[in-house]
């Protein structure tokens, strides 16, 4: 063998013994490989699959689930009653909102998408905080569907109708 062929054999040896490891990682870190220790892939498709009509519709179930999520994660500031007179509230201005008070001025409109909104992004510049790292899209509808039963927001508020509840996408991905 002479000192070419061997440098050949060298610098083949050497592109198969580090390439192909680096290969296989690189298919790993991507989550191509298939076999066992593959990584699943997300399929965006499966977000779109949720029935997000009926979540917007609602059900008397959906109701009585809101009341139990309000009396969770809303009552300390919006009480227990929904009269806005919860444990935390005298500390804060602008005070937290008494759903029981048809006169009430609201920030945004009584409209079912604008509690929606409200609920996921808070309202800037108050201790209303934003609860959609907190509550799943379904929670935070169910609570939309609670407040729209309360005295000062029934009237004011429009029931989810089909069109509206069609037409309806979450703004971020679940
Ligand atoms: C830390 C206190 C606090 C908590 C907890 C809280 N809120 Fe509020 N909320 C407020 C305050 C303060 C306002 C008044 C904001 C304003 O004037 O825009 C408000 C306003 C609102 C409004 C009216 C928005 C508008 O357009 O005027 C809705 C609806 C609402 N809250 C729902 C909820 C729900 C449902 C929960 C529980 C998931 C909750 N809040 C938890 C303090 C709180």
Not at 58 to 66: A, F, L, M, V, Y
Not at 155 to 162: A, L, T, W
């Amino acid at each position: 063998m002479n000192n070419q062929r061997t440098l050949e054999l060298f610098i083949i040896g050497g592109i198969l013994g580090i390439g192909a490891p680096c290969a296989v990682l690189m298919g790993v870190l991507h989550g191509e490989r298939t076999g066992a220790i593959a990584y699943p892939k997300v399929k965006t498709e499966e977000v779109f699959t949720v029935d997000y009509k009926s979540i917007v519709m609602g059900s008397p179930e959906d109701e009585e689930h809101g009341k139990t999520l309000f009396q969770n994660n809303c009552m300390a500031c919006h009480g227990a009653m929904a009269d806005g007179k919860g444990p935390a509230a005298s500390a804060l201005t602008p005070p937290p909102r008494n759903f029981l008070d048809p006169d009430a001025r609201w920030t945004r409109s009584r409209e079912p998408k604008d509690i929606y909104q409200t609920l996921s992004e808070g309202s800037p510049g108050t201790a209303m905080v934003a609860f959609s790292a907190m509550l799943s899209v379904q929670d935070r509808w169910a609570l939309v569907h609670y407040l729209g039963s309360l005295p000062g927001v029934q009237g004011k508020f429009h029931p989810v109708d089909e069109a509206m509840a069609s037409a309806w996408r979450p703004e971020k991905k679940l």
